[in-house]
C-alpha cells in the first residue's frame, strides 16, 4: 500500500501512542518518541516494522510517539494512520493483513 | 566482586571507597566496634551569646572551609528552605568541594543544581534525591560517588565516625538563644527532629537555624542546647503548607482498594495478629486503605496494637485516638495530622533516628516490629526491592527506612500494582537493589500474592487465607505477558553513586545514564 | 440450537470505552461478568474508524479470562454498523450489543449480517451472541417481539438516559420515571425466556443512591445492571448474590421437595414458610446462582 496522503491516529494519553504517516522517500523511515524507550525501544520498533510489511508498506515516513502503549495498541494506531491515508474505511481485511 | 545480592561491585569502587561488599542482611550481627565523637570547643564563658545575625556571619563563625561536609535534616520535607538559604551562603562566599550530608533531599532543592555544576557541592550522601538533583548524579555531574543510605544507615555511618560533620544546620521551628531547639510551638511546626538528633551530637559544629525565637529555656528540648554552638534566626525555615500537608483522601482506585483488601487478608492471618502486635505502615493509597481496615477488624476481634512505628500520618493517629493503638513511636510526620496528635497525645512520642533503625545500636525499634506494609518500585524474582532508580534510570526515589524496617519485621510486605504504565513492577532483576529478597516476605500485586519461598511458615499459615497465591516467577511471567519482556535500561560504564547497605557495605552502584540507541 | 453461555452469570456488565488503551488492557481484574467495549457513544464520530482496529487488536491479543466481551456497534441509522459488525465477529467478541433496537425487524437485520461475518470469518455459526438495547418507547413496547425474533439474542437493556428523554422527562432520582419500562421490559424478557439487564447509574459520588437503586431493581426481577465504573462492581454484586442465609433456605426448599414429591405429599412447610411444587424453580435457580458466582460450597 501507498501513502497517498499524510494521515494520524492515536492520542498522547497514558498507554496510547500517536502514529503519524505520511509518504516517504522510497524507504521506510521510523521515528520513536517513547516514554519507555528503554525497556521496550527494540520490541516498538519490530512491531513497527512488522506491521508495515504485513501492510505492504515500504515507501513510508513514520513518527511514533508513544505513552506506554501495549503491542495491540501500537498495531492498532498504524493500521489505522495508514488505512486513513488512502481513504479506505470499510470492508478492511480482519485477519488478513491486520491481525 | 559479586555480593551476596548477586551485584557485581566494581574492583575500583571497593578500592575508592574502602567499603566491602554487601554479604547479607544480619552479616555485621554482633559486630564490635568504637563510635565516633566530634571535636568540640568548652564553653565556659557566661557572656558569650550564641546569637548570630546572619548565615553569612555564622558560617565565617563555623571557619567553613573548601571540603567540609555539611549536614541537614528534611523533616520539612517540600516545604524546606534550609538546605538552599545556607548553600546559597555558602556558594556566595566561593566555598569548593562541598559535600552534603542530608537525611534526604527532594524537589525544593532542585536550586542546588547549578552548585553541582560549578563545584561548589561535590558529594552528596543522601537517603533519596529527586527532581534535578536525582538527573544531575545520574547525568555525571557530581564530581565525587553519591552515597545513598537509608534512615537506619544514615545514623550508623555518623554514629561510628564514618561519616565526620563539619557544620550540621538544624532548621527549629522553635528555638531559645541558647540552642534548645523543639519541633514544635512555632510556625513551621514538623511534629518531631529526630533525624537531626544524631547530627548535633556527632558534628563539630552544630547551628541551629529558627524563625521562632522563643524565650529561654524552650523546653522539653528535641535537641538540647548543649550540643549547639550558634543560633541564627530568619525569615522563614520553611513553608507551612508543605510541611504540613493536608490528610489524603481515602482512595476510591478500585485496583488500590483490591490491593488493601489482599494486604489485611494477609495479616490477619498471620500468626504475629494478635493483642499487643506492632506495625508499621507508609502513606501510600493502598496502605492506607489497609490499615484502616485493618483497623475495623482490630475493633471487632478486640485486639490492640500494642504500639505503631513510623513514618506516621493521620490514619494511625486516628486508631491511636480510637483506643486500637496503645502508644505510637514517631520518627517523622508526614501530614498536619500527625503533627496535631503529637502534639496532643500524650502516647505520641517522638523517638531518634537512631532508636528507629539504627542497626550498629543496641537495638532499635525496627527489630520489635512484626508487620510493615512497603511500596516499591520495582521488585525482582528473588524479593530485592528498587526503590530508588526509576524506569528511565535515573535516581528519583528514597531509601527511607525501607531497608531498615525489611530488615527488622518478622513479616515485611511489599504493595505494589503490577504494572505502572507499561513496566513491570515485578521483573527478573531490579535495575538496582536497594532491599535485599532475604527481608522481603510477601509481595501484594492487583494481580496476585506471592511469598517469599524462604517463609513455608507463613505460606503454611495463610494457606486458608482467601488470596489469589501465586508464585513470583508467576507474577513476573503475567506481567511480561501483558506488556513484553522489557530490555534492562542501558547505562555507561561510570559509577556516579553507591547503594549502601544498612550496615556500609555496598550493596549496589549507580551508573550515568546513556540516552537509548538501537 | 442453544449456545452454552446464552445464559450464563451477567450481573454487571462494564462499559469501556474501546478508543482507550489505558482502561482496555486488563479489565478482567475488577470481577465485571461482562464487559461492554463501546464503538458507539464513547467514541467520537471522527474516531469510529480508529475505535475498530483498538477493538480487534484487543479482543484478539488480550486476555479478559472468564469475562465475557460483548462490543456496542453503531445503530443502524449510522453508516458505521456493517464493518462494526465484521470487526467484531472476526475479532471473536461473544456478543454484539444493538442500540436503539426499536423492533424485531432491526435484530433479524443484525443478525443477517453477522451470519454473513461468521461464514466470511470462519466462525462457527450461531457463535456469536445477540443483545438489544431498548432506548425510546417503540423499543420498550416492541420488547417481547425483539426478545422472541432470534435465537441468539440473550437479553434486553434498558437505556434509561436516551429513553427519559424519548418520553419528554428526566431522569429524577426516584425511578418513577422508569418504572414503566423496567415492569415492561422483565414481564417481556421472562415471557421470552430471556435475560432482564437495567440502566446505568452516573452518579459516582452517591454509593448510597446507587446501593438503593439496584436493591430496588434486583427486587424487580432484574438479572443485572449496567455499570460504568469498577467502584460499582463490588455493590451489585453484593446485592445479586444471594446470601448464606437464602442458600441455606434455597438448598432445604430443593431436598424437601423432592423427598416430599416421592411421598406423594404437594404442600408443607419448611422453617414456618409455606411451600409448595411452584417454589422449586426459584430455589434451584438460587444454588444456580449460587453456584456461578463462586459462594456455594453445598452439594446439590
Known amino acids: 500500500m501507498e501513502i497517498k496522503k499524510p494521515a494520524i491516529a492515536g492520542t498522547l494519553e497514558s498507554s496510547d501512542c500517536q502514529v503519524a504517516v505520511e509518504a516517504g522517500n522510497g524507504t521506510v523511515d521510523f521515528s520513536l518518541d517513547s516514554t519507555v524507550i528503554n525497556q521496550f525501544g527494540y520490541q516498538i520498533r519490530e512491531v513497527v516494522l512488522d506491521t508495515l510489511k504485513r501492510l505492504n508498506v515500504d515507501n513510508v515516513k513514520i513518527t511514533v510517539v508513544d505513552k506506554g502503549a501495549l503491542d495491540c495498541t501500537i498495531k492498532a494506531r498504524i493500521e489505522c494512520a495508514v488505512y486513513r491515508a488512502n481513504d479506505i474505511t470499510e470492508n478492511l481485511p480482519w485477519g488478513g493483513v491486520i491481525r | 566482586m559479586i555480593n551476596a545480592a548477586g551485584r557485581d561491585i566494581p574492583e575500583e569502587i571497593l578500592k575508592i571507597t574502602g567499603k566491602e561488599v554487601f554479604q547479607g542482611a544480619y552479616a555485621k550481627d554482633g559486630l564490635q566496634y568504637k563510635k565516633g565523637a566530634p571535636t568540640v570547643r568548652a564553653c565556659l564563658n557566661p557572656n558569650r551569646s550564641k546569637l548570630v545575625a546572619s548565615i553569612t556571619e555564622v558560617l565565617k563563625k563555623c571557619e567553613i572551609r ?70 544531575a548524579i545520574s547525568g555525571g555531574k557530581l564530581k565525587n560517588l553519591a552515597v545513598m543510605r537509608s534512615h537506619g544507615g544514615r545514623i550508623r555511618a555518623i554514629e561510628s565516625g564514618e561519616v565526620h560533620i563539619d557544620i550540621a544546620f538544624i532548621g527549629a521551628p522553635t528555638c531559645d538563644e541558647y540552642g534548645n531547639m523543639r519541633a514544635n510551638g512555632g510556625k513551621s511546626d514538623c511534629g518531631v527532629l529526630s533525624y537531626a538528633v544524631a547530627d548535633a551530637q556527632y558534628a563539630d559544629k552544630v547551628v541551629a537555624i529558627t524563625d521562632c525565637l522563643v524565650p529561654a529555656p524552650n523546653l522539653p528540648a528535641d535537641i538540647s542546647q548543649m550540643y549547639v554552638d550558634y543560633v541564627v534566626v530568619v525569615d522563614a525555615i520553611g513553608n507551612p503548607a508543605k510541611i504540613a500537608t ?23 492471618n498471620t500468626p504475629y495478629f494478635k493483642d499487643g502486635f506492632t506495625y508499621q505502615t507508609g502513606v501510600g493509597g493502598s496502605s492506607i486503605a489497609s ?29 491511636l485516638e480510637d483506643g486500637l493503638i496503645e502508644k505510637l513511636v514517631d520518627t517523622q510526620d508526614f501530614d498536619a495530622a500527625a503533627i496535631e496528635s503529637i502534639k496532643k497525645n500524650p502516647t505520641h512520642y517522638a523517638i531518634t533516628a537512631s532508636e528507629y533503625a539504627n542497626p550498629f545500636n543496641k537495638g532499635a525499634y525496627v527489630n520489635q516490629l512484626d508487620f510493615v506494609i512497603l511500596a516499591a518500585l520495582e521488585v525482582d524474582v528473588n524479593f530485592n526491592c528498587n526503590v530508588v532508580v526509576g524506569s528511565d534510570g535515573v535516581v528519583t526515589g528514597a531509601q527511607g527506612g525501607h531497608p531498615d524496617t525489611a530488615a527488622g519485621a518478622k513479616c515485611t510486605i511489599v504493595i505494589t500494582p503490577l504494572l505502572q504504565g507499561r513496566i513491570p513492577a515485578v521483573c527478573s532483576e531490579v535495575t538496582t537493589v536497594t532491599t535485599p529478597g532475604e527481608t522481603v516476605d510477601v509481595v501484594i500485586t492487583d494481580y496476585g500474592v506471592a511469598v517469599n519461598p524462604r517463609r513455608q511458615d507463613l505460606i503454611a499459615a495463610t494457606k486458608k487465607a482467601k488470596l489469589p497465591f501465586c508464585t513470583i516467577e508467576e507474577l513476573r511471567d503475567m506481567a511480561y505477558g501483558i506488556v513484553g519482556e522489557p530490555k534492562p535500561v542501558q547505562f555507561e560504564d561510570r559509577v556516579v553513586g553507591i547503594i549502601e547497605a544498612r550496615d556500609g557495605t ?12 538501537y | 440450537m442453544s449456545h452454552p453461555d446464552k445464559k450464563r452469570l451477567r450481573r454487571t456488565m462494564m462499559f469501556l470505552n474501546a478508543q482507550k488503551p489505558g482502561l482496555i488492557k486488563d479489565p478482567y481484574i475488577y470481577g465485571a461478568d461482562s464487559i461492554m467495549l463501546d464503538l458507539e457513544d464513547a467514541v467520537a464520530e471522527s474516531q469510529k474508524d480508529s475505535a475498530r482496529y483498538s477493538l480487534y487488536h484487543a479482543l484478539k491479543e488480550i486476555n479478559y479470562r472468564k469475562t465475557e466481551r460483548v462490543v456496542r456497534i453503531n445503530g443502524l441509522d449510522t453508516p458505521h454498523w456493517q464493518e462494526d459488525i465484521r470487526v467484531c465477529v472476526a475479532g471473536g467478541a461473544d456478543a454484539i450489543r444493538i442500540a436503539k433496537t426499536e423492533s424485531a425487524r432491526d ?16 466462525r462457527e455459526e450461531g457463535s456469536t451472541l445477540l443483545m ?39 431522569i429524577s432520582g426516584t425511578g418513577v420515571e422508569l418504572a414503566g419500562a423496567r415492569q415492561y421490559m422483565i414481564m417481556a424478557a421472562r415471557a421470552a425466556g430471556v435475560q432482564c439487564f437495567d440502566t446505568v447509574y452516573t452518579n459516582l459520588d452517591d454509593m448510597a443512591g446507587f446501593e438503593q437503586e439496584v436493591e430496588m431493581i434486583h427486587r424487580m426481577g432484574f438479572d443485572g445492571k449496567s455499570v460504568v465504573n469498577p467502584r460499582q ?56 446462582l449460587a453456584k456461578a458466582s463462586g459462594v456455594y460450597e453445598g452439594d446439590l
Not at chain 3, 107 to 122: C, D, P, S, Y
Open chain 2, 66 to 135: 573548601d571540603g567540609m561536609v555539611l549536614s541537614f535534616h528534611h523533616h520539612f520535607r517540600e516545604g524546606d528552605y534550609v538546605v538552599n538559604l545556607v548553600m546559597e551562603e555558602v556558594h556566595k562566599q566561593g566555598i569548593k568541594d562541598i559535600t552534603i550530608c542530608a537525611s534526604s533531599m527532594g524537589k525544593a532543592h532542585d536550586p542546588i543544581l547549578p552548585m553541582i555544576e560549578d563545584g561548589t557541592v561535590t558529594g552528596i550522601q543522601s537517603s533519596g534525591v529527586r527532581g534535578k538533583i536525582g538527573e
Open chain 2, 246 to 268: 493536608g490528610a489524603a483522601k481515602p482512595t476510591t482506585d478500585v485496583r488500590k482498594i483490591l490491593m488493601a483488601d489482599y494486604c489485611t487478608e494477609f495479616v490477619i
Open chain 2, 291 to 319: 490499615t484502616i481496615s485493618l483497623g475495623k477488624i482490630m475493633k471487632e476481634r478486640e485486639i490492640k496494637m500494642k504500639f505503631g512505628v513510623g513514618g506516621i500520618a493521620g490514619p494511625m493517629c486516628k486508631l
Open chain 2, 506 to 517: 555496598i550493596i549496589d552502584v549507580v551508573r550515568q545514564i546513556k540516552p537509548f540507541q
Open chain 3, 107 to 122: 435484530v433479524l437485520t443484525v443478525e443477517e449480517h453477522v451470519l454473513a461475518a461468521e461464514q466470511e470469518f470462519g
Open chain 3, 132 to 170: 438489544a438495547a431498548l432506548e425510546s418507547c417503540r423499543g420498550v413496547l416492541n420488547t417481547l417481539e425483539i426478545c422472541e425474533v432470534s435465537p441468539r439474542l440473550f437479553g434486553i437493556a434498558l437505556s434509561g438516559g436516551d429513553y427519559t428523554k424519548d418520553l419528554q422527562t428526566s
Open chain 3, 233 to 288: 462492581i463490588a455493590v451489585v454484586h453484593k446485592i445479586f448474590t444471594p446470601g448464606k442465609k437464602d442458600i441455606i433456605f434455597a438448598e432445604k426448599v430443593v431436598r424437601e421437595i423432592d423427598e416430599k414429591k416421592a411421598q406423594g405429599i404437594g404442600v408443607f412447610t419448611v422453617d414456618g414458610k409455606m411451600i409448595d411444587i411452584a417454589f422449586y424453580d426459584g430455589a434451584k435457580r438460587i444454588i444456580g
